[in-house]
């Protein structure tokens, strides 16, 4: 589970990357520094 801190805290890299908060729940970082709730979810097996 992400807190506040920690979202705060993440630094952009040289390419996006995501921290997982469970149960397809994450937050997307790109490298101008953006942050992204993003939802991940299957639906008939396929994501």
């Known amino acids: ?5 920690q979202i705060k805290h993440a630094k ?7 921290l ?3 149960n397809g729940l994450n937050i ?3 490298p ?4 992204t709730w ?3 979810y299957r639906f008939n097996g396929k994501e």
């Open 20 to 22: 997982s908060d469970g």
């Open 12 to 18: 952009s890299k040289d390419r996006q990357y995501r």
């Open 28 to 30: 997307l970082i790109t």
């Open 38 to 40: 993003v939802y991940r």
């Open 1 to 5: 589970m992400l807190n506040d801190t």
């Open 32 to 35: 101008k520094g953006k942050k």
